[in-house]
């Protein structure tokens, strides 16, 4: 379930270039958050206390009746230990461009085939940050973006259409199931614009989901976008937004 422009805007500040830093405490966009967060399979940063090391993890499920979440394994596996004693860790992640924070405790822990798990609390409240010019905009059905790019392991030529754009990355569609996963770069990556300009980069992929049967869309930032190639797509997603303005 992902955010809607109407979402988001609200975070906005018109005079700045810069979302107003926001402690969201809305029931619902925190659970649609988590939604969020597990169908795209965003890589979750963790620090736990008495440690200045780096973890991570992703979440499995989410249960928003209950106000729960799972937590998958940590890595490396001493945060495991950390996490067992403690009872509570602090997430940091990067979602559509969104900066968030949030504090989980745990509830209970789960053992399978030696892989643990975690049952947490879904927060009262999330601190939430944007810049404007990470605001992606869906692309309007009149304009069919198609995207082709090399992936780097395999050397696979991709075939797809953009679903949503910003000033720092792009949304993609590919209609049939490719080996793909955050942190993967696309090298040779190609879009062809509504307006007939043509745009070359290397993308980073940062997020994975699997919500069209059939489909997966895959999120990431841009890299090595020239000068020439960032005016193009700055002056696209301004059209965009106006065109989203009108309907």
């Not at 780096?54 to 499995?60: A, G, H, K, R």
Request: glycine share 4%; net charge positive; hydrophobic share 35%.
């Amino acid at each position: 379930m992902a955010f809607s422009l109407k979402q988001l805007i609200p975070f906005l500040n018109p005079a700045t270039d810069l979302v107003s830093d926001a402690n969201l405490r809305n029931t619902q966009k925190i659970n649609e958050l988590f939604q969020l967060l597990k169908e795209s399979r965003t890589v979750l940063n963790i620090s736990l206390p008495g440690t200045n090391k780096s973890f991570t993890s992703n979440i499995l499920a989410v249960d928003t009746e209950s106000r729960k979440f799972v937590l998958d394994e940590i890595f490396p596996e001493d945060g495991h230990t950390l996490f067992e004693n403690i009872g509570k860790l602090a997430v940091h992640a990067e979602i559509r461009g969104a900066r968030i924070s949030f504090e989980a405790c745990r509830l209970s822990s789960e053992y399978s085939r030696r892989i643990s798990s975690y049952s947490c609390q879904i927060p009262e409240s999330i601190s939430y940050s944007q810049r404007r010019a990470e605001h992606r905009v869906l692309i309007h059905p009149a304009h069919l973006i198609q995207f082709s790019a090399k992936h780097q392991n395999t050397n696979q030529i991709l075939q797809g259409h953009l679903y949503d754009i910003s000033m720092q990355g792009i949304g993609i569609v590919f209609k049939a199931t490719h080996i793909i996963k955050p942190g993967d770069q696309l090298q040779r990556c190609q879009l062809t614009l509504s307006t007939k300009e043509t745009v070359s980069f290397t993308l980073d992929v940062r997020h994975i989901e699997s919500t069209i049967p059939g489909c997966i869309k895959v999120g990431g930032s841009f890299r090595e976008l020239d000068s020439r190639s960032r005016d193009i797509v700055g002056r696209f997603v301004r059209q965009m937004e106006r065109t989203i303005i009108k309907s």
